[in-house]
């Protein structure tokens, strides 16, 4: 059974910088390609950015680019987001998500990925 278990979120000013992490388990997370998403209430989950099984490849959604890094460390079966310059639209609920299949494409496409954590949330203050 996957298991994904973020952490990281909290309260920042805005400008301000977080880290978000997810720990993996029950999946051989080096196979499997990630992502964060987030949520506001009252709207759908949305993409924030993916990463590649092997790291190589990574997307991100316009609204985060330059600000935003995602990356991981398949040997702690670990992914993180890297985020700066924090907004007050970036305050959300964010998850973490494995693909559905190993080695499939890390996109932007929600219904690409199949196991979610629980979610962190992210309070930016003004």
């Known amino acids: 059974q996957v298991q994904l278990a973020e952490s990281g979120g909290g309260l920042v000013q805005t400008g301000g910088s977080l880290r978000l992490s997810c720990a993996a388990s029950?999946?051989?997370?080096?196979?499997?390609?990630m992502g964060w998403f987030r949520q506001v209430p009252g709207k759908e989950r949305e993409f924030v950015a993916t990463i590649s099984w092997n790291g190589r490849s990574t997307n991100y959604a316009d609204s985060v680019k330059g600000r935003f890094t995602i990356s991981r460390d398949n040997a702690k079966n670990t992914m993180y987001l890297q985020m700066n310059s924090l907004k007050p639209e970036d305050a959300a609920v964010y998850y973490c998500?494995?693909?559905?299949?190993?080695?499939?494409?890390?996109?932007?496409?929600?219904?690409?990925?199949?196991?979610w954590g629980q979610g962190t949330r992210v309070t930016v203050s003004a």
């Open positions: 998500a494995s693909h559905r299949h190993p080695f499939g494409v890390a996109t932007s496409r929600r219904l690409d990925f199949g196991s």
């Open positions: 029950g999946l051989r997370f080096s196979t499997y390609s």
